[in-house]
């Protein structure tokens, strides 16, 4: 058995909203894993339930051989950090950190040099004395995350800690989470409807929609074989690029026809597979202009993005994001036309 399971596990509330649906997961010991989708898509319910702060209405919650499923929270030897921080403002950053410890009964001695130790390693000693109200967001998340690692639980939960943080300091603290992580081994779980947070944090992404689970893998395999059009437009910046087709019979053979041009790509493995219609999708990084390509368009939107740019293009297949390199002038208003690497293009049916 992996060193985290959950079973099945289910969230229907007194009024009916089903917010899990009887999602399963494997996690090994040591791994980081991410839950990812948009606003409830149930991924925050599933922490809480895992937490104990949310009692399952069915399914099971194994950890290391033991079933907390209905054992309370401060019975389940985890560590949460919530995305407000929820630092009590009276108590100084020292006793901050050592308040679980207190409540677990630990020697003075030992929580002075288990608070020392989890200090120095956040980064926070000097600010041991102070209270967390001034304290700057980044340093008021590095508290938090020294309060949940100084109990050095089995599992850590991590709940969007990143989310009311300005762009230099999510920056900083995913690299600063992903280092202590690494360096701790402890199993953490992460919630984020952040794809980019999610593919730099990740061991594997768990890609959640509408309370069910739609596709487990590691960052490039979920960015790269998108199990659905959801997971395709959802996970990458910008999403991939979908457009309309058909599936038709030719000669006994299957074509692939988008706006009646014939399209080049590699078709599933399903048995059966009939003529009617699909979806095809294109990341932006694998569109290449070409003189004489298929698609024709007009540049409506460009996007400097540094190296690169992101060109916006209306075409009979609808619009496409195209990223192509920096070095190239492309104006919008102008014609264009564009080709695609068929290895990437994806057949969704």
Not at 175 to 189: A, H, L, P, W, Y
Not at 205 to 218: A, D, F, L, R, S
Not at 233 to 256: C, R, T, W
């Amino acid at each position: 058995m992996a060193y985290l399971e959950i079973q099945g596990l289910q969230k229907t509330y007194p009024d009916g909203t089903e917010a899990v649906k009887g999602i399963s997961l494997s996690v090994e010991e040591g791994e980081f894993i991410v839950l990812l989708g948009p606003s409830g898509c149930g991924k925050t319910t599933t922490l809480r339930m895992l937490a104990g702060l949310e009692i399952p209405t069915g399914g099971q919650i194994v950890l290391n051989d033991r079933n907390l499923t209905n054992l309370p929270s401060s019975h389940r030897d985890v560590g949460f950090v919530f995305q407000f921080y929820a630092l009590y403002p009276h108590m100084t950053v020292a006793q901050n950190i050592s308040f679980p410890l207190e409540n677990m009964g630990v020697s003075k001695e030992d929580i002075a040099k288990q608070v020392s130790e989890v200090a120095d390693r956040v980064g926070i000693t000097a600010l041991m004395s102070q209270y967390p109200g001034p304290l700057s967001g980044g340093d008021q998340q590095r508290v938090a995350l020294a309060r949940a690692m100084v109990r050095r639980p089995m599992l850590y939960l991590m709940d969007e800690p990143l989310g009311t943080l300005d762009a230099d300091h999510r920056m900083e603290m995913r690299e600063f989470i992903r280092e202590q992580q690494t360096d701790t081994g402890v199993t953490t779980i992460y919630v984020t409807h952040d794809q980019e947070e999610a593919m730099a944090l990740a061991d594997r992404m768990v890609v959640m929609k509408e309370g069910h689970i739609c596709q487990v893998g590691t960052p490039s395999e979920v960015y790269e074989d998108p199990s659905d059009p959801f997971v395709a437009h959802f996970v990458g910046s910008p999403g991939m690029n979908l457009l309309d087709a058909k599936l038709v019979a030719e000669n006994g053979h299957l074509a692939i026809m988008a706006n009646n041009i014939p399209i080049i790509a590699h078709l599933p493995t399903i048995e059966k597979l009939k003529p009617g219609s699909v979806t095809l999708g294109i990341r932006s990084e694998y569109l290449i202009p070409d003189a004489e390509g298929p698609i024709e368009g007009q540049i409506v939107l460009v996007e400097h993005l540094g190296a690169f740019v992101m060109v916006y293009i209306d075409t009979s297949w609808g619009r496409l994001v195209m990223r192509a390199p920096s070095a190239v002038d492309y104006e919008p208003g102008a014609p264009i036309r564009i080709t695609y690497d068929p290895q990437h293009m994806k057949v969704f049916t």
